[in-house]
C-alpha cells in the first residue's frame, strides 16, 4: 500500500514563506516523477512544480522564480519551497506520484492560506 504523507501548510502573511513536503512510503517501483499541484475554490485543479527522476523541473508560469521544487530520492521525498507568497497562491496543495506502469497516487492535500 503506497501512501502519501503531506506536511508544511498553513496560514502566513503575503510576502511570507512556506515549505512543502511530501513523502512516499510503500511499494513504489520506480517513481518517475514527484510534483506539486494545488486547487483553489471554483479552480480546477493545477500544476505547480513537477520534478523528473531525471532531475529536470517545470513550474507553472505564476510561480516562477518564487516557488522551488527539490526531491531526496533516497527518501522519496518531495518539497516545495514557496517564497513570496500571494493571496492568489491560496490553495489546497496536492502532492503526486507518478510511477511505472502507469502508477499515479495523490495525497490527501494540505491547505495554504496567504492573507493580505
Known amino acids: 500500500q503506497v501512501q502519501l504523507a503531506e506536511s508544511g501548510g498553513g496560514l502566513v502573511q503575503a510576502g511570507g514563506s512556506l515549505r512543502l513536503s511530501c513523502a512516499a512510503s510503500g511499494n513504489i517501483f520506480s517513481i518517475n516523477a514527484m510534483g506539486w499541484y494545488r486547487q483553489a475554490p471554483g479552480k480546477q485543479r493545477e500544476l505547480v512544480a513537477i520534478?523528473?527522476?531525471?532531475?529536470?523541473?517545470n513550474y507553472a508560469d505564476s510561480v516562477k522564480g518564487r516557488f522551488t521544487i527539490s526531491r531526496d530520492n533516497a527518501k522519496n521525498t518531495v518539497y516545495l519551497q514557496m517564497n513570496s507568497l500571494k493571496p492568489d497562491d491560496t490553495a489546497v496543495y496536492y502532492c503526486?506520484?507518478?510511477?511505472?506502469?502507469?502508477?499515479?497516487?495523490w495525497g490527501q492535500g494540505t491547505q495554504v492560506t496567504v492573507s493580505s
Open positions: 520534478a523528473t527522476s531525471g532531475g529536470s523541473t
Open positions: 503526486n506520484v507518478a510511477a511505472a506502469y502507469g502508477f499515479s497516487r
